[in-house]
């Protein structure tokens, strides 16, 4: 079936600095989405992609579709503490067998004040 | 607006018990998703539901099935719980289909001895 290959797994950075993290897969994606899940909680969506090249932010938070429509990568600048959590990609292809959400495994931030 | 509701939280079963959980959605979504959350293994799909009545498997569906015979709530129940279940489990919904991204709850943390 289809994957998607996340990375980092983890991430261990200071405060302050950028985080750049990035989700791959052999196969086409019509859709990106791009989760956070605080420790406890179940994911959030922060950003939402649905075309090739497309670059969205959401506060210190920026994403991208991927021009071959096999990647996406998110960004953060200037981390913060409450920035620490799990980041999951998803990738939907609308062709797929069941049309539900492909995840990847997760990146795991841990942030040093 | 309370969003998607999972109920219990916590739960301690031992072996070979069964259990339902609970989960509760007040978005007239018409999608409903059980995953379940494994260190290193990301969200992995055990089932879902796209309406009222309707129930498919995911990914993961052996030792588990669900019933949704309110659009409004989707049971998972384990009749003969082994302790390889022991994981987060959590629900979703999403409006029709995967395209902008699913909401989940907060998760049910089992444990089986």
């Known amino acids: 079936g289809q994957q998607l290959n996340q990375s980092p797994q983890s991430m261990f950075i200071q405060e302050g600095e950028d985080v750049s993290m990035n989700c791959t897969s052999s196969?086409?994606?019509?859709?990106w989405l791009w989760y956070k899940q605080d420790p406890g909680e179940g994911p959030v969506l922060l950003i939402a992609?649905?075309?090739?090249?497309e670059l969205t932010s959401n506060g210190r938070l920026t994403a991208q579709f991927g021009i071959t429509r096999k990647d996406s990568f998110l960004n953060i600048s200037a981390s913060i503490p409450s920035d620490v959590g799990i980041y999951f990609c998803?990738?939907?292809?609308?062709?797929?067998?069941?049309?539900?959400?492909?995840f990847g495994k997760g990146t795991k931030l841990s942030v040093k004040p | 607006n309370a969003g998607v509701t999972q109920t219990p939280k916590f739960r301690v079963l031992k072996t070979g018990q069964s259990m339902t959980l609970l989960c509760a959605q007040d978005?007239?979504?018409?999608?409903m998703y059980w995953y379940r959350q494994d260190p290193g293994m990301g969200l992995r799909l055990i089932h879902y539901?796209?309406?009222?009545?309707?129930?498919a498997k995911g990914e993961v569906p052996d030792g588990y099935n669900v019933s949704r015979l309110k659009k409004q709530n989707f049971l998972l129940g384990l009749e003969s719980a082994a302790p390889s279940q022991t994981s987060v489990y959590f629900c979703?919904?999403?409006?029709?289909?995967?395209?902008?991204?699913?909401?989940f709850g907060s998760g049910t943390r089992l444990t089986v001895v």
């Open positions: 979703a919904s999403s409006y029709k289909g995967a395209v902008y991204g699913y909401t």
């Open positions: 196969s086409i994606f019509n859709t």
């Open positions: 992609l649905y075309k090739a090249g």
């Open positions: 998803a990738g939907l292809n609308y062709g797929g067998s069941q049309g539900n959400l492909i």
């Open positions: 978005m007239n979504h018409e999608y």
């Open positions: 539901s796209v309406g009222e009545g309707t129930t």
